[in-house]
């Protein structure tokens, strides 16, 4: 099963040589994860901040359907943490306006 990956702002040195910088097939196994691609290209977990496909927010423990994009964003800079309290919503959700543009340059000032 394959999957296409976009890497976003200082995570796009992780992407193999030779690579587009419009993304990367990865081979994954059926019942792979979102984690398990993100560990098959070499990028530590804690880099990969934001995980998005069609609009939707991804849990690293979400299963990957055979061809499916998945947008890798690092960390945003800004607002605050609390240890142990995920940043993300509880379930994946459908955003209508998600400005991927927008998520890109804020990533790339950075």
């Given at each position: 099963?394959?999957?296409?990956?976009?890497?976003?702002?200082?995570?796009?040195?992780?992407?193999?040589p030779g690579s587009s910088a419009e993304g990367v097939e990865v081979e994954v196994?059926?019942?792979?994860?979102?984690?398990?691609?993100?560990?098959?290209?070499?990028?530590?977990?804690?880099?990969?901040?934001?995980?998005?496909?069609?609009?939707?927010?991804?849990?690293?423990?979400?299963?990957?359907?055979?061809?499916?994009?998945?947008?890798?964003?690092?960390?945003l800079a800004g607002g605050t943490h609390r240890r142990g309290v995920s940043q993300?919503?509880?379930?994946?959700?459908?955003?209508?306006?998600?400005?991927?543009?927008?998520?890109?340059?804020?990533?790339?000032?950075?």
């Amino acid at each position: 099963m394959r999957v296409t990956v976009k890497l976003h702002a200082t995570l796009k040195k992780h992407l193999p040589p030779g690579s587009s910088a419009e993304g990367v097939e990865v081979e994954v196994t059926d019942g792979a994860t979102v984690a398990d691609v993100i560990e098959r290209l070499g990028i530590p977990a804690k880099h990969a901040g934001m995980l998005v496909s069609n609009d939707e927010y991804l849990e690293s423990t979400t299963v990957v359907r055979d061809g499916q994009e998945i947008n890798v964003f690092p960390p945003l800079a800004g607002g605050t943490h609390r240890r142990g309290v995920s940043q993300r919503p509880s379930t994946p959700r459908r955003c209508d306006s998600i400005d991927t543009a927008a998520v890109v340059a804020s990533c790339e000032r950075s």
